[in-house]
């Protein structure tokens, strides 16, 4: 990456602080420059049926050091739900992001919490990056009333309305129909924000999702369908399971651009451009060409489809934390002890609300009653042949 100063001041939409748990020793955001600069992408975009952005972004040292501090936090969030799953704290399903944290954050970078977005279940670090808390997270994984959704959703379940988060769906696919829906809703409003609807290169060759993007073109919704290739479904190579795998290009007759997912300045960037272009144009594609390190779920041990080496080449060659640290260094904005002491900061904390978590109450079994129908209706559960009254719902 090139890095340069810019002389001319212009505002920037910097990533606001995940949450308030890491207080830095040496160094506040506050202290740090906003001073634009202009860092060149790895890698140049690829477009299908419009323009390339530019390879040139402007961003700031404040916002750099904040991108290695939010993805040093989702890392080591993720890890530790490795290993609270492992002993058995979490239940269920848990599929984790490590190595794709650049997509959330830049993503986030790029929008306000106006804009909606909604994915599938590898959704822990999007609902931090869209002002979630750790608590919530750690609280929701093992199934806790101080969860996001209650302790009733668990790990493919996040959603927070208010952080324009619309889930956290288990179902391959059905999150992006849904993201038609939130669009139609957007520009029925009229109130110039877009729907990110993000999913996986396994879920790229679902029906629904060309049943949705067409019904996006034809009404020029303002939605931006995100395809995080991170090059295998659940066990299978993209080149196995799909006879194009350009999967910017899938919307022929809608534009589309392929990214350097492990970038966070490039995803920035594409997202940027992706919201100026939809509320214009209507739909685009974006590819986000990412890689995650653990297997599709920890059922999933990830190196049985893939070699060791392969996992290895893509940490020391492509690693999105590791990238931002080059950066910070070369440009003299931190040292690489007030890094480390990011990162280690983040252990303590991570681990501190952990052990909060584990306070929290489990559910009451009659909260499996509650949040079912819309208060008012459907609040008699009968038996099968309708003769017997089983239960009265909240």
Excluded at 288 to 310: A, I, K, L, N, V
Aim: glycine share 8%.
């Amino acid at each position: 990456m090139a890095l340069s100063r810019v002389a001319s001041p212009s505002p920037l939409n910097l990533l606001k602080p995940l949450s308030s748990y890491l207080s830095l020793r040496r160094r506040s955001l506050s202290s740090l420059s906003t001073e634009p600069l202009t860092v060149d992408t790895s890698l140049p975009f690829t477009a299908h049926r419009c323009e390339e952005p530019s390879r040139a972004v402007e961003t700031s040292a404040a916002e750099l050091f904040s991108f290695f501090r939010n993805m040093a936090l989702m890392r080591r969030m993720e890890i530790a739900a490795d290993s609270l799953y492992k002993a058995k704290l979490i239940r269920g399903f848990c599929h984790l992001y490590d190595g794709q944290e650049a997509v959330a954050v830049g993503m986030e970078a790029a929008i306000t919490r106006k804009d909606c977005i909604i994915t599938a279940y590898r959704d822990h670090c999007t609902f931090l990056s869209r002002g979630g808390t750790l608590i919530e997270v750690f609280a929701e994984l093992m199934g806790r009333r101080d969860g996001c959704s209650k302790g009733k959703g668990g790990s493919m379940h996040f959603y927070r309305k208010e952080g324009g988060f619309y889930g956290g769906h288990g179902i391959v696919g059905a999150q992006v129909p849904l993201g038609c829906g939130l669009a139609f809703a957007q520009k029925y409003s009229k109130d110039e924000t877009v729907t990110f609807s993000l999913y996986g290169d396994g879920a790229a060759n679902q029906g629904q999702l060309f049943e949705a993007l067409n019904i996006a073109a034809l009404w020029d919704l303002p939605s931006i369908f995100v395809c995080e290739n991170n090059h295998y479904g659940m066990g299978t190579a993209e080149w196995r399971a799909a006879k194009s795998p350009a999967y910017y290009k899938r919307g022929d007759y809608a534009p589309g651009l392929k990214v350097d997912g492990m970038d966070v300045l490039a995803v920035k960037q594409a997202c940027k451009f992706a919201k100026e272009f939809a509320l214009k144009n209507g739909p685009i594609i974006l590819e986000m060409d990412t890689y995650r390190y653990h297997g599709h779920s920890m059922s999933d041990p990830g190196s049985t489809y893939r070699t060791r080496d392969e996992i290895s080449g893509v940490r020391q060659e492509r690693d999105p934390i590791e990238r931002v640290r080059k950066l910070l260094l070369v440009h003299e904005i931190s040292t690489e002890k007030e890094l480390k002491d990011i990162e280690k900061e983040a252990r303590k904390e991570v681990d501190e609300v952990i052990a909060k978590a584990k306070e929290s109450q489990m559910p009451e079994p009659s909260d499996l009653f509650k949040n079912v129908y819309v208060k008012g209706l459907g609040v008699e559960a009968w038996g099968a042949d309708r003769k017997e009254l089983k239960a009265t719902l909240p």
